[in-house]
């Protein structure tokens, strides 16, 4: 009778991940480092060290980290399903919002993140109109714009720039800008925008 096999043991917590998940944790409770040291009463340069993977608490000191995030242990330490935490949307399901009504030249939005608001992160996709440049925005964090087919020029007041498909642009959201398309042809662009958090 072959002899019984032991089950695997479950290999160690990785530091760097912990930390990465407390920090992504954090950060969607909008949470500052300091506000974590404070509720947890351990020390602030601790915790950043936690974040970035250098140290490895404790069991104790996770499971008093976990309970001011509100999340519970094996969260942090990569134990519960990984499904909770994948957010799929199909193409059927994506919301397309127009800028301003039916208006031909207007922009149309498809967002592509749904129910994420707390992740800090937005992603669209864009049709992009004619008469773009005529809505100025601003915001926190970064933007970063790929054109995905067709001409799109960026306007930052005076000064703009033209991408062609498979071109890119980043800038900081609180510079005023807009957008439209050039020439004729549709132009459809992602757009991300990465909010600021601390």
Request: hydrophobic share 35%; glycine share 10%; aromatic share 4%.
């Amino acid at each position: 009778m072959p002899p019984k096999r032991l089950p695997l043991a479950a290999p160690p917590p990785d530091a760097q991940q912990v930390g990465l998940r407390i920090r992504a944790t954090r950060r969607q409770r909008k949470l500052t480092l300091t506000a974590l040291a404070e509720q947890t009463g351990l020390d602030k340069g601790f915790l950043s060290r936690l974040e970035r993977g250098e140290k490895f608490g404790s069991v104790g000191t996770l499971h008093t980290v976990a309970t001011v995030l509100g999340t519970p242990l094996s969260a942090l330490l990569g134990e519960a399903d990984p499904k909770d935490e994948i957010h799929i949307v199909r193409a059927s399901e994506r919301h397309r919002l127009s800028s301003s009504g039916t208006e031909p030249g207007e922009h149309t939005y498809e967002a592509i993140t749904m129910g994420a608001s707390n992740s800090g992160l937005s992603v669209m996709v864009v049709e992009v109109g004619t008469h773009g440049e005529r809505t100025v925005a601003h915001h926190g964090g970064d933007e970063l714009i790929f054109v995905l087919e067709g001409r799109v020029r960026v306007h930052f007041g005076e000064h703009t720039v033209l991408l062609e498909r498979d071109d890119s642009v980043r800038f900081p959201g609180y510079l005023p800008h807009s957008l439209c398309a050039e020439g004729r042809k549709t132009a459809r662009a992602l757009i991300i925008i990465a909010s600021d958090q601390a």
